[in-house]
């Protein structure tokens, strides 16, 4: 059955450091692959998708990598802030025409002043 | 939370009873879901719907029914309460354009 990985249920860095949060996942062969935030109390937030095809994609201070060789992706947060503490969940599309996500359980990434 | 709202926010029942968890979208989008998120387990998928008058079964749909009489609401309902489903439920929306999705701010339900 197909199975998602966030290794690390939590993370904590420094201010200004650059955070790394790995989503792995196995049997599987996704279209694409999303992120979102999640703050405490909230539902979660779309930040990032990137397709099968791409490698990388940019917004901001936000990077995501897609490697289906190793099915795994990355997030990377530059130049951190305090205000970047949150859950981030990746999450995967189901095959099928409902567009389905299928989500990791999320790391909580607190980054200290 | 992109126009999608959820009612109630809080709710407390005891094993056996029944309730409606109501998700209102303002806009006009097809597809809606309905997720639970328990901690350390993520978010899965409860029934979605993909057009007025349809629902399909999603991951965790025992216990549940859904309806989408009208294009806006999509509800979700509890017949008869258990424990297990002691949860933070939350409905989504998906974005017409892309395959993001909205998601409402969420419903805490707690069964004694």
């Known amino acids: 059955s197909q199975k998602i990985e966030q290794n690390s249920e939590a993370l904590n860095i420094q201010e200004g450091k650059t955070a790394t949060l790995t989503c792995n996942y196995t049997?599987?062969?996704?279209?694409?692959l999303q992120w979102y935030r999640q703050d405490p109390g909230r539902g979660p937030v779309f930040l990032l998708l990137?397709?099968?095809?791409?490698k990388e994609k940019r917004k901001e201070r936000l990077k995501v990598t897609f490697d289906t060789t190793l099915k795994q992706s990355l997030f990377h947060i530059t130049a951190s802030q305090p205000a970047d503490s949150a859950t981030y969940l990746c999450?995967?599309?189901?095959?099928?025409?409902?567009?389905?996500?299928?989500f990791g359980s999320g790391t909580q990434l607190t980054v200290l002043p | 939370n992109a126009g999608v709202t959820q009612t109630p926010k809080f709710r407390v029942l005891k094993t056996g009873q029944s309730m409606t968890l109501l998700c209102a979208q303002d806009?006009?989008?097809?597809?809606m879901y309905w997720y639970r998120q328990d901690p350390g387990m993520g978010l899965r998928l409860i029934h979605y719907?993909?057009?007025?008058?349809?629902?399909a079964k999603g991951e965790v749909p025992d216990g549940y029914n859904v309806s989408r009489l009208k294009k806006q609401n999509f509800l979700l309902g509890l017949e008869s309460a258990a424990p297990s489903q002691t949860s933070v439920y939350f409905c989504?929306?998906?974005?017409?354009?892309?395959?993001?999705?909205?998601f409402g701010p969420g419903t805490r339900l707690t069964v004694t």
């Open positions: 999450a995967l599309d189901i095959e099928g025409s409902a567009r389905q996500l299928t």
């Open positions: 049997n599987y062969s996704p279209a694409y």
């Open positions: 990137i397709r099968e095809n791409e």
């Open positions: 806009m006009n989008h097809e597809y």
């Open positions: 719907s993909v057009g007025e008058g349809t629902t």
């Open positions: 989504a929306i998906l974005s017409g354009n892309s395959y993001e999705q909205y």
